[in-house]
């Protein structure tokens, strides 16, 4: 799943299912990432120097990758994508629905272009 940083997402699963938003950050190795406005929690804060009154803050939690789905700027929802190579020999995602590109993953290589 080629997902960065600032993509908007739409999440498929859970509470927050059809919700589209854009991604804050992204743990590769554990597979999640965080998503503006999803999987909202209350973590319930106790009374501190740094935070006198206490109470509740509000904090999102981290998504499983696998539940969510690039949202495509042409169709406005979450879809399938796909990577494919352009004639310049960049590697980019692409809807599988409509098939618009949706942004470089790679920059042409050097090698394949001196070849
Ligand atoms: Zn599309």
Known sequence: MHI???D???VIAGNDRGKQGRVLSIDRSAGKLVVEGCNRVYKHVRR???N???GRLSKEMPLQISN???????????VRTGARLTSDG?????CRKCSSGLGQIAP???KQAAK
């Not at 960049?90 to 692409?94: G, N, S």
């Open 4 to 6: 960065k940083t600032d």
């Open 8 to 10: 908007t997402v739409q």
């Open 48 to 50: 501190s120097q740094k």
């Open 52 to 54: 006198p009154q206490g």
């Open 68 to 78: 969510v789905l690039l949202v495509c700027g042409r169709c406005g929802v979450g």
């Open 90 to 94: 960049i590697k980019e995602r692409f």
């Open 108 to 110: 042409a290589k050097e």
